[in-house]
């Protein structure tokens, strides 16, 4: 569209003489459009608009309740029943405009900010490094609304089990706790439904109750109902991770629970410089105080005494004491274990740190079992250590050649080393070499590929020296004039064995 101040400019330029063609040239237009501007002196052309087609909204909620949301069907009843020439688009704006093919989006309602109302809580999952090796790890954030105080926390992986023992935590931590807290639509306490009309899983609304609030769905796209919850991660990727370095799981909790309740407490937040450890001893008066004899959440798992008398949980094993082989009953803590047989505690055990696997534990102060099984899984990291540091092209080849997890893996690293053990370091290494060349995992033909090798390589036996001063010998001339030995019937049974 060519604009008004240009039109009129084109006109005047004619107007003082200027050609037809010099005014394309200049204005890099066409010679028809510079003749039509010329015809209509400048002026905009006024342009014609069709009438706008109005259709009945009552009569298009009817229609569209009748074909079931089916915006096509909906458009041929129109123009064939209903003599309503109206375009498909036009037809589909309209259903959008109306709300009735899509509900209209209403804005989030504006809470004001008051004290020990509101708390929320989120998960996200963020990928760090521990120890130099990448993980995914599932971030727990719960913030006070008003006060804006935070409790942070690190897990492998979030379970309803999980949720509970971080808020008991996280408000056994505060003390205290907020009336209701927003949680999204994803949440592991919600059950169906979304926004207002979400049913929350009776197990966590029984475990809201008891700690004196209830858990709220914010409609769906309206994220900024629990915006500071939002704004915390932003905090927690812009200001915690960077710069961090964490050498285990417990080490980064460590230093989130340092972050989240120390340095951001006193830290003010905001335009307005809120610190949120003085806020809060304004809120404590408004918020929930909870009894001190909360007891923490627990997980109930059967588990039967084997014959060493262990009984096995998430990959370790735990010594019961007695000398029974009942079943027993293993109550899962957030940090310890106990050991129940007929309501009667048997033992109590830390949980172990972040990926202890295959270890037996025993309580102090107890006799010691005396026997330890000889048959469980051992870890094949030890293996590993060894076969790399033999050379670096037998590192290349195990990260060709391993698996990522499972039995298979364990299988190969033993066999693999077993193998190593059988010949001399250069033989290996240069089977290895070639396996890693024709991209072989198959420890048999590696092993065969070793005895090429040896074969190929093998020199010459030499010769052996034999002293002939033991026919001068004393022993040698007393036997020498003895009967020869008869092996005649060894000859019999060589031959019998060829029949």
Not at 422 to 437: C, D, P, T, Y
Request: proline share 6%; charged share 30%; glycine share 6%.
């Amino acid at each position: 569209m060519i604009d008004v101040d240009r039109r009129s400019a084109i006109f005047a330029l004619h107007q003082e003489g200027m050609g037809l063609r010099e005014l394309s040239r200049r204005m890099r237009l066409g010679r028809n459009t510079v003749r039509r501007i010329i015809r209509r002196q400048g002026r905009m052309p006024a342009a014609a608009r069709a009438e706008r087609v109005h259709i009945d909204p009552q009569l298009l909620e009817t229609l569209y309740k009748d074909c079931d949301g089916r915006a096509q069907r909906v458009h041929e009843k129109l123009v064939e029943e209903e003599g309503v020439a109206v375009a498909y688009p036009t037809l589909t704006r309209r259903l959008r405009e109306l709300g009735i093919s899509t509900p209209t989006e209403s804005r989030c309602a504006q809470v004001p900010d008051s004290p020990g109302a509101e708390m929320q809580h989120d998960t996200t999952v963020y990928p760090i490094k521990l120890a130099g090796k990448p993980a995914r790890l599932v971030a727990s954030l719960l913030y006070l609304r008003y006060s804006k105080r935070r409790y942070l926390k690190f897990y492998r992986a979030f379970t309803r089990f999980r949720m509970k023992c971080f808020f008991h935590e996280a408000l056994t931590f505060w003390g205290h706790s907020a009336r209701e807290c927003i949680i999204d639509n994803t949440n592991l306490a919600r059950l169906r439904g979304t926004g207002s009309a979400a049913l929350i899983v009776p197990e966590m609304e029984r475990f809201g109750a008891s700690y004196g609030f209830r858990f709220l769905c914010h409609a769906i796209g309206h994220a900024n109902r629990k915006a500071g919850e939002e704004r915390s991660f932003w905090t927690v990727e812009t200001n915690f991770l960077p710069g961090r370095t964490f050498q285990s799981l417990e080490d980064l909790n460590a230093q989130a629970l340092e972050w989240a309740t120390v340095r951001m407490e006193h830290r003010p937040q905001g335009k307005a410089g809120l610190v949120p450890a003085k806020a809060f001893e304004h809120e404590c008066r408004f918020l929930i105080e909870l009894p001190a004899h909360l007891p923490p959440p627990y997980q109930v798992h059967e588990r039967g005494t084997d014959q060493y008398g262990y009984a096995a949980f998430d990959g370790n094993y735990y010594w019961v004491p007695g000398t029974k082989r009942e079943d027993i009953k293993v109550l899962q803590y957030a940090d310890r274990l106990k050991l129940y047989r007929a309501r009667e505690c048997l033992a109590e055990y830390p949980l172990p740190a972040d990926g202890v696997k295959n270890a037996k534990f025993a309580p102090p102060g107890q006799p010691q079992p005396r026997h330890n099984p000889s048959n469980r899984r051992h870890p094949t990291e030890e293996e590993e250590k060894r076969l790399r540091a033999i050379d670096e092209r037998v590192g290349r080849y195990l990260d060709f050649a391993l698996k990522p997890k499972g039995i298979e893996r364990h299988h190969f690293l033993r066999g693999l080393f077993a193998l190593s053990r059988q010949m001399s370091a250069a033989v290996f290494v240069r089977a290895i070499e070639r396996a890693l060349r024709y991209q072989i995992v198959d420890l048999d033909t590696l092993q065969r590929i070793a005895l090429l090798l040896l074969d190929a390589s093998e020199p010459p036996l030499p010769a052996v020296d034999i002293d002939q001063s033991f026919r001068a010998r004393e022993s040698y001339l007393e036997g020498r004039l003895t009967d020869a030995p008869d092996f005649s019937r060894y000859n019999q049974l060589l031959e019998d064995d060829d029949e």
